[in-house]
């Protein structure tokens, strides 16, 4: 009999799995694989993490759907209170949806009602999700646009400082970057016309890169002389993934509004955005809302989540194997000049692979993920507009030897597919 299952999802791996405990998921045969693609960067605390599971148990005996607009559940305020303990000063006031798309769309509805502007500025190799919106404001490759045209306008696309990519120093690609985001608010969306700027600190799909703190900044400064709403789009950088809890953090920039998904509740599908109470008083009542936005699983988890996330020295760890992870691969970059750039805070680790003209390897990066699942039980994505970059993202809960094991298996990689 033929799957009745839609074919419409593309596929990292081919594998059937039925369980997942920490770094490791477990196939039907009994094989084990090291997990660094962490669900797309989803488990934070590794999957099934016994704390965050016993949240789940616990609250599915309570309520499994408290709808909002019916009543209220108690966690709702609980996670919000947590939510503002950990996120920027500017940002203490949350509301909740399911995915990162919904949430990124709830963060350009709220800034469209605050400032009675029509228009987003978004960046070169960006990715913000999968809604008509959403893709509008996608960049980081066509195909997740194709087909679907007509989007909706007014989104408007800046260039994001790539400076390895684009042969300049840091601070030319930086002060390029931010001539040409003056030359779009000259030329094509005035400040009278532009909404807000949505910024991913650390490009995801786009190829694990990082924006410069000197970038962000000015980007800043310009939001802050104009009234755009700066929103921080930390759906994949968030909640430690990057070594703080939110990656625009060491930037010192404050956004007007955040994004948060993926890792804020170890794989449960809740999302939120935040902004200050100012800031989320200026949204109509009734303008926006959700059937499941704040479920009540979804809450336990992410409270669960961030009680691991905050734990005495977690961070720690995340810091340590990012560094031991970039140092690793750094080590194999000089005998590989294949591994053309290396780079990415904490364990949001890029690695731009690059054939003997500095051009990007593609087909490089998929025979080595092949070979890694294959000969190494070792799961790796791709990422970058040309799909040239390995993006190692393990849960944040992964152990020195673990790395090491991920490292032994790419270098394996490395020499049978040379
Ligand atoms: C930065 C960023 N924003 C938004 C999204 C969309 O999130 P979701 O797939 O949960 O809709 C993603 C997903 O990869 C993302 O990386």
């Not at 691969?329 to 949001?348: D, K, S």
Request: hydrophobic share 45%; net charge negative; proline share 6%.
């Amino acid at each position: 009999m033929g799957s009745h299952l839609a074919d419409v999802w593309f596929q990292v791996t081919d594998l059937q799995v039925v369980s997942g405990h920490g770094c490791y998921v477990t196939t039907a045969d009994g094989t084990e694989y090291l997990d660094f693609t962490s669900g797309i960067a989803v488990t934070s605390t590794g999957h099934c993490h016994p704390a965050v599971v016993a949240a789940i148990q616990e609250q599915a005996a309570q309520f499994i759907h408290a709808q909002v607009n019916c009543y209220r559940h108690p966690l709702l305020e609980v996670l919000a209170d947590r939510l503002a303990g950990i996120a920027p000063p500017s940002i203490d006031t949350f509301f909740y949806a399911n995915s990162g798309a919904e949430a990124t769309e709830a963060a350009v509805k709220l800034a469209k009602q605050a400032t009675g502007r029509p228009n987003i500025i978004v960046f070169q190799g960006s990715f913000h999700g999968r809604s008509h919106l959403t893709m509008a404001m996608t960049t980081s490759k066509t195909g997740y646009r194709a087909g679907y045209q007509p989007l909706p306008s007014g989104i408007f696309v800046a260039p994001f400082p790539y400076a390895f990519r684009d042969g300049h120093s840091e601070d030319e690609a930086i002060s390029r970057a931010l001539d040409a985001f003056d030359l779009l608010l000259a030329s094509q969306s005035g400040p009278a016309e532009t909404a807000a700027v949505v910024i991913e600190p650390v490009l995801g799909e786009g190829g694990y890169l990082p924006a410069p703190p000197a970038f962000l900044q000015g980007l800043r400064e310009r939001c802050t002389e104009h009234g755009v709403l700066f929103v921080a789009d930390e759906v994949q950088s968030g909640f430690g993934r990057a070594g703080t809890m939110f990656a625009i953090e060491p930037s010192g920039v404050e956004p007007d509004v955040m994004i948060m998904a993926k890792g804020i509740a170890s794989g449960f599908p809740i999302s939120a955005i935040g902004a200050s109470a100012e800031l989320m008083n200026r949204w109509p009542k009734g303008s926006h809302g959700g059937t499941y936005g704040g479920n009540p699983i979804g809450c336990a988890a992410a409270l669960a989540t961030i009680d691991v996330l905050t734990a005495p020295g977690f961070m720690d760890n995340v810091v340590a194997r990012g560094e031991q992870l970039r140092a690793g691969l750094r080590t194999l970059a000089e005998t590989h000049p294949t591994i053309g750039h290396v780079r990415g805070p904490g364990l949001m680790v890029g690695c731009e692979l690059v054939d003997g003209n500095g051009k990007p390897d593609a087909a490089r990066v998929a025979a080595l993920a092949a070979h890694c699942r294959e000969d190494g039980r070792l799961l790796l994505m791709n990422a970058g507009t040309a799909g040239n970059v390995l993006r190692w993202m393990p849960p944040l809960v992964v152990s020195a030897a673990e790395i090491d094991q991920g490292l032994a298996a790419f270098t394996a990689a490395l020499e049978s597919t040379a």
